[in-house]
């Protein structure tokens, strides 16, 4: 058991040692989440529209000023409102979203577990 | 003209002899010492009328026979003959009309193939596929005619997205429909068991082979439209989570569970209101799918052509058999609640509900992200999007319990089990944990539960390949496609995590350099073809193994209709894929250049064939033990 | 009992399910981003058209009177059929029309004015296509309808002769 603790920590730390992604990733990772809005079902990232490529430039612009990956992402839906992000932002619109999943696990599980119990 | 008039009318005949059909039907429910031969021969007679209006539509198509609307929307004399053919079912009139050949198709095929069951059992099934079939009828009749006629006769026609043009895309309906129309077999089927009350091991063991065969056609019609959006579609990805991937992923969740529990429901009479559920789920989710993506109510790359018109008599068209098969299932279904009490915590029974207890997850995962947005805009009116990260998040995590259950599920024996490998298993999981923190350390990628991920999936596929040694020929489907899963799995993971994508802009003859690869544009040709016009760029790409490699990717600008694609150039091999794909900038004489290494991409498609040859060798074995 | 509340919640999960996706059918499914602040234009600065020198929104909008801004290209079919619209307002004092060039090379821009006319008082280039996301725009052609520095009205895609009498309507 201690041994499986040791192992535990020592993978976290090792792991935890490259958290700090840097701005490359991070503009990848926003203009992933980033919509087109004139494509059809296409992120910003994967787009070579007109739309699209501005909006890689003004991602940088920002990412260089300073601005944190929430900070774009609220900036965005300033101007565009939610649709614009394919992560829906956890709000009093999505909670059923993120929540009805995790529900019907729970349901599922205690269904599942319900159908024991009679047994030993 | 004549093709028209007869495609035409074969349909309104073979609505008729539906009516007929049921009308027989009835009579026969009633003295059912026999199959009425008249039911079979008029069965017959409508699979005969619905192919002959297919055939039709087909030499429509291929005359180029402009006086028919849907030929005209959808075709162009310059088109190459392969892609005339297959235009035929990639609109939406055509893809009905194939629906339908299917659906007439497995019905009578059924009719003649199911041996050793209730006549009362076959009329029934025949009659409740006979509701679909002219529910069909009608709906493509009166909305969605094939044959509608315009005069005057244009000249030409409207021509088929170049996009479209594609031979993966072109095989890539019908395969999927046989999958999601074959699970109308089912449907009616298991509604008709249900009223008969006959859901036992001997119905699962006859329902089986249709299950497979659903089954192994939908998981390659979904792999060709991946395979399809990889090549075509030039951003290098195969899935995006798009609602009409979505839509044809749904079924496949609830087949793959119904086929699980039909395996246990052969063995014993346990989880029969599963198996009727999930049949008429899976039916159902494949309708909603077809009225999500042809009603104009989801945004994506594939609608077909929005028309609230259709999309209402699809609604309540699906709404109606909703209700038909809730009515069904409570009125007939009386289930066993002693069903479940018979095994304990440690046998096979028990990882088989908590397949199904994942997998319903993972299904309303996924309705729940592609419906949420339409409810919400109701509603609420505030309009959201639903993406990859909504998926991603919620389905890895549950992916590797889910992965550890199915390497050791198959390993418990029915009712109870003791583990009598323990030590071996224990230490095949510890190899495999230790051999993924290594692989990541080593390419330096981070995340925790990447580890965790791609250790159970490591885990699966060492039992497995250890089943394939120690278990032979016993269980060898289900080891083929366990195996398959965690290739897949495994191929999808290192491709995530192992890709690397260069984008830059460059002029003929520019460089590009950096630490791992050089990008040479060596020159760029023009080439005039039959309907497009097209720019060919070359390019030298060096590794960092000094490798140099030579690839095309070509620009191309069609005349009919009026659109530029990009066609990547991709090289396979065993280890990864390089791929490169060119794009015009307005106004510049630079091109955007994306060049992409992505590893394991063949494996992908490898394991997916892997699963389904799992799937077809149950079949088979079937075939062969009878 | 339990049964039977299973059997009518099921039922009317149902129906609900039936009613959503009917109304859903109702709607068009042409989305406008909706602002979801206060209609006021936004902060920036931008490089003019013909002089290189930045200038500020204040700067541009300051005087009291309407605005139209007009997102447009060269490279745009639509800006072409909407410009001869776009002379034609000029002739009304109420308003002015500035230009916002999006993603254009400036030489064909020039040539595009010198062919079809300059309705513009002033022309911001936008090279990188960025002080269009700032309006919330998405393509070309776009108009903004503006006065005391708020957005009345915002069209996506090119006016038509229906359009431009709102606009002259609105204007009064």
């Known amino acids: 058991m201690k041994i499986l603790k040791l192992f535990f920590i020592i993978f976290f730390i090792i792991s935890s040692s490259n958290l700090e992604a840097n701005m490359d990733d991070m503009k990848i990772k926003i203009t992933k989440n980033l919509r087109c809005l004139i494509c059809q079902g296409q992120s910003v990232y994967d787009s070579d529209s007109e739309f699209a490529n501005s909006m890689k430039v003004l991602v940088d612009k920002k990412l260089n000023e300073g601005l944190s990956e929430n900070q774009i992402y609220d900036y965005f839906k300033e101007k565009y409102g939610e649709w614009i992000l394919y992560d829906p932002t956890l709000n009093k619109n999505t909670y059923i979203l993120w929540l009805l999943p995790i529900l019907i696990f729970l349901i599922g599980g205690a269904i599942v577990a319900k159908n024991f119990k009679l047994k030993g | 003209m004549l093709l028209s008039v007869i495609g035409h009318y074969s349909l309104v005949l073979g609505l008729c002899v539906g009516l007929v059909i049921i009308f027989f039907s009835i009579k026969n429910f009633q003295i059912s010492e026999y199959l009425d031969v008249k039911i079979v021969s008029f069965t017959f007679l409508q699979l005969i009328l619905v192919f002959l209006s297919f055939l039709c539509l087909i030499l429509s198509f291929v005359f180029s026979d402009f006086s028919n609307e849907t030929v005209f929307n959808n075709s162009h004399t310059t088109k190459p003959l392969f892609y005339k053919i297959s235009g035929t079912w990639g609109n939406h009139e055509g893809s009905l009309l194939l629906w339908l050949l299917v659906l007439t198709l497995f019905i009578f095929l059924f009719l003649i193939k199911t041996k050793n069951q209730p006549i009362k059992y076959k009329i029934l099934t025949l009659s409740f596929q006979q509701i679909i079939i002219i529910g069909f009828f009608v709906f493509l009749i009166q909305t969605s005619n094939p044959f509608n006629y315009i005069y005057p006769t244009p000249e030409e026609g409207l021509g088929l997205n170049p996009i479209l043009q594609d031979p993966a895309l072109a095989i890539h309906p019908p395969i999927l429909y046989l999958g999601y129309v074959g699970s109308s077999i089912i449907f009616s089927s298991a509604l008709a068991a249900t009223c008969l009350n006959i859901i036992s091991k001997k119905w699962a063991s006859h329902i089986k082979k249709w299950v497979l065969i659903s089954w192994v056609f939908l998981t390659l019609g979904i792999m060709l439209g991946s395979i399809w959006a990889y090549y075509e579609l030039g951003w290098g990805g195969f899935w995006f989570w798009d609602p009409v991937e979505n839509v044809s992923l749904m079924p496949w969740l609830a087949l793959t569970t119904l086929l699980h529990c039909i395996l246990v429901l052969e063995k014993k009479q346990v989880l029969t209101s599963w198996v009727i559920i999930l049949s008429i789920s899976t039916f159902t989710l494949s309708m909603c799918g077809t009225f999500l993506v042809r009603s104009g109510i989801l945004n994506s790359v594939h609608t077909f052509a929005n028309d609230p018109g259709r999309g209402l008599f699809i609604l309540v068209f699906l709404f109606s058999l909703v209700l038909i098969s809730l009515f069904v299932f409570f009125f007939f279904h009386k289930s066993n609640h002693n069903e479940l009490n018979n095994f304990s915590w440690v046998s096979k029974e028990t990882s088989i509900i908590i397949n199904n207890w994942f997998m319903m997850y993972f299904l309303s995962v996924v309705l729940i992200g592609t419906v949420y947005p339409i409810f919400l805009d109701v509603l609420s009116s505030e309009k959201i999007s639903v993406g990859p990260p909504f998926y991603h998040k919620l389905i890895v995590p549950f992916l590797i319990p889910f992965l550890l259950a199915m390497a050791i599920g198959p390993k418990l024996k029915w009712v109870k089990s003791n583990l009598n490998d323990k030590f071996s298993m224990i230490l095949l999981l510890i190899i495999s944990v230790l051999i993924s923190f290594f692989i990541l350390k080593i390419f330096e990628a981070n995340f925790l539960i990447n580890t965790i991920l791609i250790s159970s999936a490591t885990y699966l596929f060492f039992i497995t390949s250890r089943d394939f040694f120690i278990k032979k020929f016993n269980n060898i489907s289900q080891n083929i496609a366990h195996f398959g899963f965690s290739l897949l799995i495994l191929s999808i993971l290192f491709n995530s995590l192992f890709s690397s994508e260069i984008i830059t802009n460059l002029k003929v003859g520019e460089t590009f350099e950096d630490s791992n690869t050089k990008i040479f544009f060596k020159s760029i040709k023009q080439k005039e073809e039959k309907n497009f016009k097209s720019i060919i760029a070359n390019f030298n790409i060096k590794n960092s193994k000094g490798i140099t490699e030579n690839l095309s990717p070509e620009l191309r600008i069609y005349n009919q209709p009026n659109i530029v694609t990009s066609e990547a150039d991709i090289k396979t091999s065993m280890i990864s894929d390089k791929f490169i794909v060119i794009n015009i900038v307005q106004n510049q004489d630079y091109f955007n250049v994306r060049y992409q290494v992505k590893p394991f991409m063949l494996w992908i498609w490898l394991s997916v064939l892997l699963i389904s040859f799992g799937g077809l060798l149950s079949l088979f074995k079937k075939k062969y033990e009878q | ?172």
């Open chain 3, 1 to 172: 009992m339990n049964n039977k509340i299973l059997k009518i919640t099921t039922i009317t999960i149902f129906i609900i399910i039936f009613i959503v996706f009917y109304k859903a059918l109702q709607d068009t499914n042409i989305y406008t981003p909706k602002k979801k602040s206060n209609n006021e234009i936004p902060l920036f600065s931008a490089q003019l058209f013909n002089s290189n020198k930045q200038i500020s929104s204040t700067e541009l909008f300051k005087l009291d009177k309407f605005y139209l801004l007009n997102i447009w290209s060269s490279w745009c079919v639509p800006c072409r059929t909407e410009h001869s619209l776009l002379m034609d307002l000029t002739k009304n004092n109420e308003i002015e029309i500035i230009g916002l060039n999006y993603k254009d090379k400036k030489r064909n821009a020039e040539n595009f004015l010198n062919e079809l006319g300059n309705p513009y008082k002033k022309i911001i280039f936008d090279k990188e296509g960025i002080n269009a996301i700032e309006w919330g725009a998405f393509g070309v052609p776009e108009s903004f309808l503006i006065n005391n520095g708020i957005v009345i009205k915002k069209y996506i895609g090119p006016l038509n002769k229906e359009l431009v009498e709102e606009i002259k309507l609105l204007i009064k």
